[in-house]
């Protein structure tokens, strides 16, 4: 009785018009995003962010600098929003356009200025609330993992959701999530006892891998979530499809 509840049917309804539309609004945005953030590290000499002194207060970058990252924000949900007819297929678009955004990004800056030399340099990859830092891989992977689910949720449509199971697996995410987050902030969150000019000049020496793709893992339920009750749906469609033939 508890399986039977579990499952969720989906009506497979593709929107790829509206799909490719995200995909190149997140492409142009990355594009910005590359070339703003390469004209204020010439300016500062940080093209490579691994290096002394990795965040140099020049000038009023820096409080202009952290409300144009939350702008950015703002930017990739409101595409989002309009994207999408529903709260789930609002969510997808969202998640697509930041995972798209961001793995470009690398792709254009590698383009305008020869960096990351590879996946595994480091960079900063936010500045809220702490400075996060890990290697240019950490967030592609996890990039990668948004365009998959927000592909699955903005084009099946959910007919029946067990809450339960649902839930379960959205508090496996959130758990995720703040692992990740820890893994990324942990040098920052060290240095933070000894006031912000620490902050600001602390380099993380070790990712934490372990702990990293344990967080990736736990990020993954939801999507495992959908591919487990879609491929039973997939199969009687190909089957259907089969039978006509």
Known sequence: MGDAR?????????????????????????????????????????????????????????????????????????????????????????????????????????????????????????????????????????????????TLASQFEGTRVSRLSHGRAWILNFAGVMLALYVFMVDSIAASSRGLDAIRIALPEKFNWLLFLIALGLMSAPLMQIGRRLSPRLNQTEAAGATEE
């Open 6 to 150: 579990s499952i969720q049917s989906f009506t497979y309804r593709p929107d790829w018009v509206r799909w490719w539309m995200v995909v190149i609004y997140a492409g142009a945005m990355a594009w910005v995003e590359s070339a703003v953030v390469f004209y204020l590290r010439s300016m500062m000499h940080r093209i490579d962010p691994y290096q002394p002194d990795p965040l140099p207060v020049i000038g009023g970058f820096a409080r202009v600098e952290l409300p144009r990252e939350f702008a950015t924000l703002v930017m990739l949900l409101a595409v989002g929003f309009l994207a999408g007819r529903t709260g789930r297929t609002r969510m997808g678009y969202t998640v697509i356009a930041f995972g798209v955004w961001d793995i470009l990004y690398y792709v254009f800056l590698k383009l305008i200025c020869g960096w990351p030399h590879s996946l595994l340099d480091w960079d900063v990859l936010f500045l809220l609330p702490l400075p996060w830092w890990g290697p240019v891989l950490a967030p592609v992977l996890i990039s990668l993992l948004m365009i998959l689910w927000g």
